[in-house]
């Protein structure tokens, strides 16, 4: 499965960004997906994900901020991101996750990734 990462750029804070991922795979519906990002000198975290049958979990920072959704035609994941804070500013990834636990990244590599910044 390869996992393409775009939509980010420059926003100041309040403002709003809507990320894409674009997959490949015929069996896309099927997966679980999942929003990550790294912030600059912290490791990678969750951010939301995705299953199969459509239900939706988030990181507590994010909630009520943050929508993540898909579109199993066009092999699609977004995250509409709202109400952005200087604290969002990170590379956001996406990846599969497990099944049992949507927080962990199935996959060990990741894409380029697309920069989120945040302006205060």
């Known amino acids: 499965v390869q996992l393409v990462e775009s939509g980010g750029g420059l926003v100041q804070a309040g403002g709003s960004l809507r990320l894409s991922c674009a997959a490949s795979g015929r069996t896309f519906g099927s997966y679980d997906m999942g929003w990550f990002r790294q912030a600059p000198g912290k490791g990678r975290e969750f951010v939301a994900a995705i299953k199969a049958s459509g239900s939706t979990s988030y990181e507590d920072s994010v909630k009520d901020r943050f929508t993540i959704s898909r579109d199993n035609a066009k092999n699609m994941v977004y995250l509409q991101m709202n109400s952005l804070k200087p604290e969002d500013t990170a590379v956001y990834y996406c990846?599969?996750?497990?099944?049992?636990?949507?927080?962990?990244?199935?996959?060990?590599?990741w894409g380029q990734g697309t920069q989120v910044t945040v302006s205060s």
């Open positions: 990846n599969l996750v497990h099944y049992g636990d949507y927080t962990r990244p199935l996959f060990d590599s």
